[in-house]
């Protein structure tokens, strides 16, 4: 069965430094799709990054990176330099390579960026 | 690009009512997708439409949940005879059915409070 694991249920990060959430995943599927959600406590889900299994250079979209390690099956988001406003819920999601593309989501990371 | 529009945000009543949400899609987005958030967790998939029709259904979906998207516009999701554990955040999400990477668009959901 598909999964997404984060180990982290909190973490805690100074403004303007570098921070690494971690995923992990498990499916036996050879195609499928990794993403990053970003919730603040206003609720909504906000798209920050995705990695397919097939891509071969870790995605970036700004200050997001993507460390795609997919022997290990992990998927990280790195978010660089920091700042108070990254302060949210951040959940890894996995969605399968046919189908119905629905989302597997992991149970999240609460990030708090200290000034 | 208006995104995903749902109603109501917040939902009291008390257990036994039946209560009904309202999910509006991005226009041109034929995917519809919702999910269930409970505190402390992850969304958890209910249930997909492609279209007008609903292609899927989560074993969490009980006979007391039901789905409807007519004309393949609008969604509503109804429960009847509302408990106590129904208590979550209702999250619709739409996307396009092109490719992979596609990422789903989520709405800023229904907050249901039973008493």
């Known amino acids: 069965a598909q999964k997404i694991t984060q180990t982290q249920p909190g973490m805690f990060v100074q403004e303007k430094e570098a921070v690494t959430l971690d995923c992990t995943y498990d499916t036996s599927d050879q195609s499928y799709g990794l993403f990053w959600y970003k919730q603040p406590s206003s609720g909504e889900m906000i798209f920050l990054i995705y990695?397919?299994?097939?891509?071969?250079q870790n995605a970036t979209e700004g200050r997001y990176s993507l460390n795609f390690q997919k022997a290990r099956k992990s998927a990280n988001l790195v978010i660089s330099a920091s700042q108070l406003g990254d302060s949210a819920m951040y959940f890894c999601?996995?969605?399968?390579?046919?189908?119905?593309?629905?989302?597997?989501f992991g149970t999240g990371t609460r990030l708090k960026v200290l000034a | 690009d208006t995104g995903v529009s749902q109603n109501p945000r917040h939902k009291i009543t008390k257990r036994g009512q039946n209560v009904t949400f309202r999910c509006d899609p991005i226009?041109?987005?034929?995917?519809l997708y919702w999910y269930r958030q409970t505190l402390g967790q992850g969304p958890e998939f209910l249930t997909y439409f492609q279209n007008e029709a609903q292609l899927e259904k989560s074993r969490l979906l009980s006979d007391r949940f039901s789905a409807e998207r007519p004309k393949g516009s609008f969604s509503t999701l109804e429960i009847q005879r509302t408990e106590q554990g129904d208590s979550a955040m209702y999250l619709c999400?739409?996307?396009?059915?092109?490719?992979?990477?596609?990422?789903?668009?989520f709405g800023d959901g229904t907050r249901l409070s039973i008493l």
């Open positions: 999601a996995m969605r399968e390579g046919q189908g119905t593309y629905k989302y597997i």
């Open positions: 999400a739409s996307s396009l059915e092109a490719s992979m990477n596609q990422p789903q668009h």
């Open positions: 226009s041109e987005h034929n995917r």
């Open positions: 990695q397919g299994s097939y891509d071969e």
